[in-house]
Every structure is written in C-alpha cells, then in structure tokens.
C-alpha cells in the first residue's frame, strides 16, 4: 500500500532527533560532496544526508520518469526537467524507500552504509545553477514601514503597490550558499542630504529576512502562466538573505532602483523544501483592497504559516534573535509574483530564483530587516554581550532559519548564515 508521504503518521527507520527541521514528511533536495567526492543530489533525513546517485545506481530510483545521470548532476537542473510530476514521484519513492517498516534500504548494510551520510560531514552547495534572479517587494508592513521612514506616512505606500506585485531583476551570479562569507562592500553614499556623495565602505550594512522560490521551466516566451497554473512550475522554497548597504541603495536606487547596494551578495540555505512538504501548512491568503485585475485574482489558500527568525552571533559564538516574523505576512502570494512576472510574455527558466522581499509583521519585533528593527539606527538594539546595534559590523554572524509545523511534524529549512568580512581596500 503507498502510503501518502506528508502522512503525519510516518515514521523512518533512520533515527530523527525531537525537533528535527527533517522528518520523513519533509525530504528536501540538496546537492553535497563529502571525501573529495564530485557533489551530487541529497536528500536529507534526520541528522543525515542520503545520497541519491548510490540509490540510482542501484536501481532504487528507476521508473520515474528521471534521467539515470540526473543523479550524478552537481546541481538539481536536470532533475527538475521532469518537472513536478518527476520530482513527486522522486519524493513518493524516497518516503517508501525510508519508510520504518521498509527493508529494502534499512537491511542491505553496504548499500546503506555507502547511501547514508552523517549531515555535517558534507560541504553544501548551491542546490541550482540560477539562471535568473527576481526579488519582490512583498511584505505590507514592510512597504510601509520603509515609506514612512523616507516619505510621508499618510503616503507611505506608494501607488501601484496595491494593484501588482512591485519588483526588481537582481544579480544571480553573486547568490552563495550558506557559510560564504559576505565581504562588507564599497560605493558611493552621502553623510548628509546636503552633502556631496563620498566612497567608502557600507556603514549601513543590512540584511533582509526573505524567502525564495525556485521555478522550475516555464512557458515559451511570448506565453504567460496564471495563478491557477502556477505553484505546478515551482519546486520548492530556501530561506534568503538579501543582504543591502542601505547608504549606497539609498542614493543610486533613484531612478532605476537597487544596484551596487544589492548586487553584492545573496545568501541562501542549502535544502530545498519542496512545495509537495509545505501543503499540510497553507493558510488563508489577505484579503486585498481594491480588488485585484482578473489576472492576479486566485481562489484558495496560497499562503504558507513558516515561522521563520533572525538572529546576530558575535565572535564568541552566541547569538542573539533579533526577529521572530512569519512567511503568511506576505500581501502577495508566490502564485501571483508568478503570474505577473510572465504576464507580459517573460520566459521563466528551470532554477530561476524568486524571493519574496522582506518579510515584516505588524510587531516591531517580527520586522525583517535592521532597517526597520533600529528604525534606521535610531533605535539600536542591545545583544547578548552588551553592544549595541544599528547595522552589522564586520565579524558579525547573521544566522536565519525556519519552519512549518508544531508538535509531531515539523517540516524545516535548516539554516542560512553568513560573515561578514571587512572591505577590501580600495587600490
């Protein structure tokens, strides 16, 4: 009997610690090399990763409609040529394959002992060669915030923000995985509004709270994909830092918006939650007002309730949450970011990469970014060891992590961490 594998009830013969980001209901995808071993596609289970190349290679993958050297890929592109059919058939077969009471893994000592591998002996890295990279603007209560800190709050919002997902092409080369240091970057910024513009290093390094989708191939160009249509071309969702010199940004993103500020660096956490993981997890979407064009417009629930936190480690290792907010805080659901990305005829490709913008709630404690957190450095915010801060200073660790789920199944996304380095000089 197939047993439906966001089953609440399953259990793996792979012991998973109490409060694991990765049950049998989750099986993200990543990519991972260990033993000077070429990196290949995982799974992850527990405090394990399983390789999916020695399944392959036994014949435990077959009849799914996936290529065999997909397998041995060091990224998950060809995998997800399949689509999303392939991919749910993949994860199917991996929940029976892990499943307690299934022997076909569990009692073939070799082929496990070659299969599975302790999590923090692998090297992580990024699970998809991105070939284009949007980030949206998607948060209310981060608009806002951000429009009455520059502009008046009785417009705090600007006019189309109501009516179309607002956002912005970005710089895929420069996205890393977790654990890549950020070097603090250099530009132009003022040290007044009457001032003239100046080049140093960041003194308002940021970082933003964010999560991302990963697409998977789309329609020919020329085509567009509705709302209804559109969660079937995405694979799966990362945490992401969108990390932002808000000094640079805030005097070169007029007229053409975010560039150096931005460019510098993304980080995302190496595991791809895949979107089949989160679906006992949907909730509600906002009501929106005014009502959307017939193009946006969505029936169902296309949010998803993901706790997800911000936290600041300093040189001794400790860290000190700063944000608490939630994935569900979103106006604009992934399905509609979609949707108006392609409405125009734009051609999304196989690991294109979506973020959903900062993500802030109504509490100033849940707002994801230090921007909002510090009130632009006015309020600054008090770590464990007694400093004080605005922005991020070089050795600072910003750490983010999230989850869907409470009690028995929690369905997590691990981490995403990066440090920051000090400016190179400038020759």
Known sequence: ???????????????????????????????????????????????????????????????????????????????????????????????????????????????????????????????????????????????????????????????????????????????????????????????????????????????????????????????????????DRILGLVLFNDWSARDIQAWEYVPLGPFLGKNFGSSVSPWVVLLDALEPFRTASPEQDPPVLPYLRQQGAHHFDIALEAAIATGDGRETVISRTNFKHQYWSMAQQLAHHTVNGCNVRCGDLMASGTISGEAPESYGSLLELTWKGTRPLKLHDGTERRFLEDGDTLVMRGHAGHGAVRVGFGEVRGTVLPALPYL
């Open 1 to 231: 009997m197939t047993i439906p594998a966001n089953d609440p009830a399953l259990r793996s013969w792979v012991p998973v610690p109490e409060g694991s980001d990765f049950p049998i209901q989750n099986l993200p995808l990543g990519v991972g090399a260990w033993n000077g071993v070429a990196a290949v596609p995982l799974t992850r289970i527990g405090d394990r990763a399983l390789d999916l190349s020695v399944l392959a290679e036994a014949g435990l993958l077959n009849g799914l409609g996936l290529a065999r050297e997909a397998f041995d890929a060091p990224a998950l592109n060809p995998l997800m040529a399949a689509g999303k059919a392939g991919v749910r058939a993949l994860r199917q077969r991996l929940s029976e394959l892990l499943r307690h009471d299934n022997p076909v893994l569990r009692d073939d000592n070799t082929l496990r002992d070659a299969a599975l591998v302790a999590a923090d002996q692998v090297s992580m890295h990024l699970p998809v060669v991105v070939g284009d990279y949007t980030d949206f603007y998607s948060s209310r209560q981060h608009a806002y915030n951000v429009g009455c800190m520059f502009r008046d709050p009785a417009n705090a919002l600007l006019p189309n923000w109501l009516h179309l997902p607002v956002g912005y092409h970005g710089r895929a080369s420069s996205i890393v995985v977790s654990g890549t240091p950020i070097r603090r970057p250099m530009g132009q910024y003022k040290t007044a509004p009457d001032a003239p513009p100046v080049f140093g290093a960041s003194r308002q390094l940021d970082m933003e709270l964010e999560v991302a989708f990963i697409t998977f191939k789309g329609k020919a160009l020329g085509e567009r994909i509705g709302t209804g249509e559109a969660e």
